[in-house]
């Protein structure tokens, strides 16, 4: 099975555990994978997964300044 692109994402944070190089993300959800017992990721998909960056620290990093700001006009 070839994996589809839109189930591919890469983060660097996992557990509480941060590392430049990242962990690749197989999103599963609502597949029917009854029966696969491979699944083929092509290189050039994971380093584009990669090259989009880590949404989900870019979002918390967001909000943190978000608060920081809000926080500073208080004062």
């Avoid at 050039?44 to 990669?50: L, M, R, T, Y």
Wanted: charged residues 30%.
């Amino acid at each position: 099975m070839l994996f589809p692109k839109n189930k591919l994402r890469f983060t660097t944070l996992y557990q509480g555990e941060t590392d430049p190089e990242g962990w690749l993300i197989l999103d599963l959800a609502n597949m029917d994978l009854d029966g696969v017992n491979k699944i083929y990721i092509p290189l050039p998909d994971v380093q584009s997964a990669k090259d989009k960056g880590d949404v989900a620290a870019e979002r918390l990093q967001k909000a943190k300044m978000l608060f920081q700001s809000i926080g500073d006009d208080e004062e």
